[in-house]
């Protein structure tokens, strides 16, 4: 028997529709009875949730347009494979649940691999924000993850509304600094409570609160898959390059100044680190921009961390 896609939502809805109605009224008690008894328990500050919070302290019942976008949202993701497919995603159907202006997303392999960051954003100012942003050491991105990683990997979320709560101190000047505004964050993590993968969501349309929180729990493991797959396919299906060796865009002699670039060396300095003068610096440094499509020194290190070039 076959159904249509609109069938087979109708009756998605309906089955989560009626799960919920059923369980709403004995969750209601529960909470009220939890309440009376703690009232510390109260769960209206979304900002700082605990570990294991979702199941035992606080209930969220989705509205049928949520799980409407919800399953859109998981729908589309199946069908990513390249980099435009998952820009279209990020910035059409995860804004209904999650409404942001620049993504970034950060996927960990291990085994010695070289981390991959990608962004996604509909604006140019990020673009010259990005290679700050993700600076290894003392970048927002990396901190935010050390943060959601001490916190118990539980979803991160920054908000001007509450700016007494502790990770929002934190970070509150890199927010104000960079124009971010708010940002949400989770990620995932393998059984042996390594990092994975991370995605940063930053300057937020709206005041962020529980339900983000519910909906990155709710989007990450098909966040993860659809950022894997996109990388797998752009890694290994691209036309002439070797299976398992992505092509060598730039020599090593450009990869070794490209390092001192990111340190913050000047060309004098670079010179005199490689026992040559800073003209042929300079040459290098302009065939590494036009090798990576990009403008400036910044923009050359963080598409070369992008690309898994060993920085």
């Not at 249509?4 to 529960?30: C, D, I, P």
């Not at 069908?79 to 279209?88: D, G, K, N, V, W």
């Not at 090798?291 to 992008?306: C, F, G, S, T």
């Amino acid at each position: 028997m076959v159904f249509s896609a609109h069938s087979t939502f109708m009756k998605l809805t309906q089955y989560l529709h009626g799960f919920v109605m059923l369980t709403s009224e004995n969750t209601r008690l529960t909470e009220i009875k939890k309440k009376q008894c703690n009232p510390a328990l109260h769960t209206g500050n979304a900002y700082n949730i605990k570990p294991g919070m979702r199941d035992t302290e606080r209930f969220i019942a989705l509205t049928e347009r949520e799980m409407e976008y919800l399953f859109r949202i998981i729908d589309s993701s199946t069908s990513i494979t390249q980099r435009h497919q998952f820009f279209l995603w990020a910035q059409g159907d995860v804004q209904s649940l999650l409404p942001h202006v620049a993504l970034v997303c950060i996927l960990d392999e291990g085994s010695g691999e070289s981390i991959s960051i990608e962004k996604f954003s509909r604006t140019q100012s990020f673009e010259a924000q990005f290679a700050d942003l993700c600076r290894p050491e003392g970048g927002i991105i990396f901190r935010l993850m050390s943060a959601w990683s001490v916190g118990k990997n539980q979803p991160l979320l920054l908000c001007p509304g509450k700016p007494h709560t502790t990770v929002f101190r934190h970070f509150a000047t890199d927010l104000k600094r960079d124009n971010l505004e708010r940002i949400a964050a989770h990620g995932m993590y393998d059984a042996n409570g390594r990092t994975s993968s991370f995605f940063a969501f930053t300057q937020f349309s709206a005041a962020l609160n529980e339900r983000h929180a519910y909906f990155l729990e709710l989007l990450m493991p098909h966040m993860h898959m659809a950022l894997v797959r996109m990388l797998f396919h752009e890694r290994y299906r691209k036309e002439g390059a070797v299976a398992g060796k992505p092509r060598k865009i730039i020599t090593d002699r450009e990869t070794e100044i490209l390092r001192y670039v990111q340190s913050g060396k000047n060309n004098h300095e670079i010179g005199h680190l490689l026992n040559i003068s800073p003209l042929t610096v300079k040459n290098h440094i302009q065939k590494i921009l036009r090798k990576l499509d990009v403008n400036n020194r910044a923009h050359a290190v963080a598409k070369a961390m992008a690309l898994k070039i060993t920085l």
